[in-house]
């Protein structure tokens, strides 16, 4: 947020502190969700420059917007929890009525570690959230509620084409969200080979190459719920031992150094 953005006679040039930067040989991006806009257009104009990048804007795009990753990944043939999105609110109690039921998940458009979700129980709560979002001109998005995997999930990380860890989730008391920022607590687990699969082709489709997966274990079998950009590392480490910043470190080793030799 801090980096001023010059562009003069064709050449893309990147300020900071009163200084002129160097091109990097690769760009981390690591862009918190209220920084979306302006955290890409700097890793855009890194690339531009001629740095490589190791998530594109596009990709990171594609994953904060809930409901175009859900897009992608349901064009693709990735199962995903029944979703609904609508700029007019009307509409919404009687979709939940046909289609989602009670209890259902509401979401802001845009948001992480868990900010933004809520469980909504009946009627009543739903009319009054509505009314508040639709107030607040804010977009959020409605989903069915998996109960038999009530306050878990899977966080799955992949760097490149390769999962370098994976953990339940659970959710601390009194709470159904399971994010580690949230008091929820982190256990190693051993994926399905169909929850390995669907992670790694999520990624790819939305044209990420370090992210974190969540996957709810239902009934109806493995569903994608979210794609990370700029997942966290320290609760995952901590539950399964895994250098994952190494994990990336070792990767822009092998996949750019050895492209620039």
Same mark, same amino acid.
């Given at each position: 947020?801090?980096?001023?953005?010059?562009?003069?006679?064709?050449?893309?040039?990147?300020?900071?502190?009163?200084?002129?930067?160097?091109?990097?040989?690769?760009?981390?991006?690591?862009?918190?969700?209220?920084?979306?806009?302006?955290?890409?257009?700097?890793?855009?104009?890194?690339?531009?420059?001629?740095?490589?990048?190791?998530?594109?804007?596009?990709?990171?795009?594609?994953?904060?917007?809930?409901?175009?990753?859900?897009?992608?990944?349901?064009?693709?043939n990735i199962p995903i929890p029944v979703t609904y999105f609508s700029n007019d609110l009307h509409?919404?109690?009687?979709?939940?009525n046909r289609k989602l039921g009670y209890p259902f998940i509401l979401k802001v458009l845009e /948001?992480? #570690?868990?900010? *933004? +979700?809520?469980?909504?129980?009946?009627?009543?709560? %739903?009319?009054?959230?509505?009314?508040?979002? @639709?107030?607040a001109k804010q977009k959020i998005i409605l989903q069915e509620f998996i109960k038999e995997f009530?306050?878990?999930?899977?966080?799955?990380?992949?760097?490149?084409?390769?999962?370098?860890?994976?953990?339940?989730?659970?959710?601390?008391?009194?709470?159904?969200?399971?994010?580690?920022?949230?008091?929820?607590?982190?256990?190693?687990?051993?994926?399905?080979?169909?929850?390995?699969?669907?992670?790694?082709?999520?990624?790819?489709?939305? /044209?990420? #190459?370090?992210? *974190? +997966?969540?996957?709810?274990?239902?009934?109806?079998? %493995?569903?994608?719920?979210?794609?990370?950009? @700029?997942?966290?590392?320290?609760?995952?480490?901590?539950?399964?031992?895994?250098?994952?910043?190494?994990?990336?470190?070792?990767?822009?080793?092998?996949?750019?150094?050895?492209?620039?030799?």
């Open positions: 947020m801090e980096c001023d953005l010059l562009i003069e006679n064709g050449r893309f040039i990147v300020v900071y502190n009163n200084e002129v930067l160097l091109k990097p040989d690769i760009v981390i991006p690591r862009i918190g969700s209220s920084a979306t806009v302006f955290g890409t257009t700097v890793v855009r104009h890194f690339q531009e420059m001629g740095a490589s990048v190791l998530n594109s804007p596009a990709g990171i795009f594609n994953s904060r917007d809930k409901f175009r990753s859900l897009q992608l990944l349901a064009g693709h509409q919404a109690e009687r979709i939940v /948001g992480t #570690q868990g900010i *933004g +979700v809520h469980l909504i129980e009946n009627e009543v709560d %739903a009319h009054h959230m509505f009314n508040r979002f @639709s107030l009530k306050g878990k999930d899977v966080r799955v990380f992949i760097v490149g084409n390769k999962v370098v860890a994976s953990m339940m989730r659970i959710a601390g008391p009194d709470e159904f969200r399971s994010n580690i920022h949230r008091g929820g607590m982190g256990q190693r687990i051993v994926l399905s080979e169909e929850e390995r699969e669907m992670a790694i082709r999520a990624v790819k489709i939305l /044209g990420l #190459q370090v992210a *974190g +997966v969540d996957i709810l274990r239902s009934k109806k079998g %493995a569903l994608i719920i979210e794609v990370n950009s @700029s997942p966290g590392l320290e609760g995952i480490e901590g539950a399964t031992g895994v250098e994952v910043a190494e994990e990336i470190i070792q990767f822009i080793e092998e996949r750019y150094c050895n492209e620039n030799t």
